[in-house]
């Protein structure tokens, strides 16, 4: 390994993407971790400009690498060795509405929970 590519699960967590390396090594078993579009290996190496697509609770980043390091380093120098290429979240409709039940009013009925999940975009 030269000090120009690093393993994957290793600099997932040295740039703070996970909080453990076992958690990247996971992440990648299961399949969450892509890398130039194919699906990586924890021990697949990474060099600068390659692209990963991590899925993380639902939704997946797009990071480049700018720099491979391998320790986990301070987040402002983590900060600098990725490029996010995530694009913003699609705006929330209904941000403000609240499907709010009385208090002790028991299980909500089949047209209540019809209305509820309505309101909540889950037609």
Not at 37 to 58: F, M, N, T, Y
């Amino acid at each position: 390994m030269s000090e120009r590519s690093v393993r994957v699960d290793s600099w997932l967590w040295a740039v703070r993407v996970y909080k453990t390396r076992s958690a990247a090594t996971t992440a990648c078993r299961a399949g969450h971790v892509r890398v130039n579009g194919a699906h990586a290996k924890a021990a697949q190496l990474v060099r600068p400009g390659d692209e990963l697509r991590v899925r993380i609770s639902g939704f997946d980043r797009i990071l480049v690498v700018r720099q491979p390091i391998a320790k986990r380093v301070g987040a402002p120098v983590a900060a600098t060795a990725f490029e996010d290429r995530t694009p913003p979240p699609p705006p929330r409709e209904f941000a403000g509405v609240v499907a709010a039940r009385d208090r002790g009013a028991g299980r909500p009925t089949k047209r209540e929970r019809r209305d509820i999940d309505r309101l909540r975009g889950r037609d």
